[in-house]
Structure formats: structure tokens, C-alpha cells
């Protein structure tokens, strides 16, 4: 497990070797995959993440000629060769790498489905089967979110929720809530597949229909930004 303190150089040496930005490129900071909580040497708490859709949208916000910092948690699905990544294992590397590279973005999405608890005891080697319980107490983990919304000049924020089926008032209660200028409301259906059926909120709007490609939301995503960036 690194520290915040050896998250932060990393992401701070990388960043260094990006040019000034050039006119109407904005930089985008997306986070993506699952994130691994260690409960000890040989086992975690994960989720089924594959990260694909922050991976289409770095390809959507490069083929668009903007610039990116993937931030990718543990996946076997590669990420875009073209994208600038950093990886990270737990929510705690992944609250540090974000808000390292925070001040530097213009554009935060958050499609990395972030675990919300930690094994609150991390046992070094191996937890063998001497009882026939092991109850295992779990932390909250930080909400990344949270602590970009505590900044004081925010970029503009996409996020994501899931859930079995979309219910478009908890997603605006989600989007309101977490500060996001926009919420991809996805389904458990659309994990590691190629097509999406989120329902993209915005002010309590419906602005994106269901019914595409991962690869289509991305585009959708990445222009809408674009629109808001100016606006800022
Ligand atoms: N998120 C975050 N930090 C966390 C957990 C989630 O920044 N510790 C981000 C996710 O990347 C996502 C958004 O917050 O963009 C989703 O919020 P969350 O409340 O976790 O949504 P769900 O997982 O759908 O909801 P819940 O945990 O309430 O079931």
C-alpha cells in the first residue's frame, strides 16, 4: 500500500511533463476501474469494474485534442495506449492522485466505481482458518468527490452512479448532492459490456437518452464539457 505522500510526487512528476495547454484544450482528469481495499497479503475487498467507460471517454477527450491523466484502478482491461495513467490500488491512493492532479484539470469525471468501505484492520501475511467466523468491520473510505467539492476553484465534475435500474430521482439527489455538474446514471447491466443504458441528468433534465454505445456516451460526455468549460 503507497502512501498519499508517494501518490502525490508520482502524479505531480507526471503532470510536469505535460505542455501548456493550447487554445480551446482543456485537461481532463478521469478516474476509472475498481479500487482494492486489502483485508491482508492475499485478499481484498473489490468490485467487478472493468473501467471501460473512463476509458472511452480519455479516448473521446484525446480524439477531441484535449489532454488527459487517466487515474486507473486495478483491471485486467488495458487502458488506452494514447492515455497518459497512473495507477492506484485503494480508494485512499485514488482520493491522493485526484486531488494531486485537481488544480491542474478543468474537467473531473468520476467513473471509477470508488469501494465506500475498507477492512478497518489491514493483517500483514496471510489470515488463516483457525475459527469457523471471521467477522471482518469495515471503514467508510474517503469520499473523493467530497473532498474536491470542499476546493475552492472546482473544474467541471461528471460523475456516475449504479444501481440495478435507474431511478432518475435518486440520481438527481446523487447529482445534487455530490456537486456534479452531470450524472451518468448507470445499471449493474452495463458492467464490463460495450453498450451503456445510462440516463445522463443535468438540473433535473434529462439530456441523453439510453440505448448507446459506451463509445457514444463518451462523445456525448466529452462535447457537453466542453460547453460547460467555456461557460466557467
Ligand atoms: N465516489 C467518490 N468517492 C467514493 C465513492 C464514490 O468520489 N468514496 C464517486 C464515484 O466515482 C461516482 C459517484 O461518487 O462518480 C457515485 O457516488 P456513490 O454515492 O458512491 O454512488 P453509488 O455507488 O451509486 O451509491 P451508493 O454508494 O449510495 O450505493
Redesign the pocket.
Known amino acids: 500500500m503507497r502512501s498519499a505522500e508517494e501518490v502525490r510526487q508520482e502524479v505531480c512528476a507526471v503532470l510536469a511533463a505535460y505542455p501548456p495547454p493550447a487554445a480551446g484544450q482543456l485537461r481532463f482528469l478521469i478516474?476509472a476501474g475498481p479500487t482494492y481495499e486489502d483485508l491482508d497479503a492475499v485478499r481484498y475487498l473489490g468490485n467487478r469494474s472493468t473501467g471501460r467507460m473512463g476509458f472511452a471517454v480519455a479516448e473521446a477527450a484525446l480524439k477531441a485534442g484535449h489532454q488527459v491523466l487517466l487515474v486507473v484502478g486495478p483491471t485486467p482491461v488495458p487502458p488506452p495506449e494514447e492515455a497518459v495513467t497512473v495507477k492506484v490500488r485503494s480508494?485512499q491512493e485514488m482520493?491522493a492522485a485526484v486531488l494531486a492532479a485537481l488544480a491542474w484539470s478543468q474537467v473531473l469525471v468520476?467513473?471509477?466505481?470508488?469501494?465506500?468501505y475498507r477492512p478497518e484492520k489491514y493483517t500483514d501475511g496471510k489470515i488463516h482458518k483457525t475459527k469457523d467466523e471471521l467477522v471482518i468491520r469495515c471503514v467508510r473510505?474517503?469520499?473523493?468527490?467530497?473532498s474536491?467539492n470542499r476546493q475552492k476553484n472546482k473544474p467541471v465534475i461528471i460523475?456516475?452512479?449504479?444501481?440495478p435500474e435507474v431511478d432518475q430521482e435518486m440520481a438527481e439527489a446523487?447529482r445534487a448532492t455530490?456537486g456534479?455538474d452531470i450524472i451518468a446514471a448507470n445499471t449493474t447491466a452495463s458492467f464490463g459490456e460495450s453498450f451503456s443504458d445510462a440516463v445522463v441528468l443535468e438540473d433535473g433534465r434529462e439530456v441523453f437518452t439510453p440505448g448507446n454505445t459506451k463509445e457514444e456516451l463518451a462523445r456525448y460526455l466529452v462535447a457537453r464539457a466542453e460547453e460547460l468549460a467555456k461557460k466557467r
Do not use: C, H, R
Open positions: 478516474t480508494a482520493a468520476m467513473s471509477a466505481a470508488v469501494a465506500d473510505t474517503p469520499d473523493i468527490l467530497a474536491v460523475g456516475f452512479s449504479l444501481e446523487k455530490k456534479m
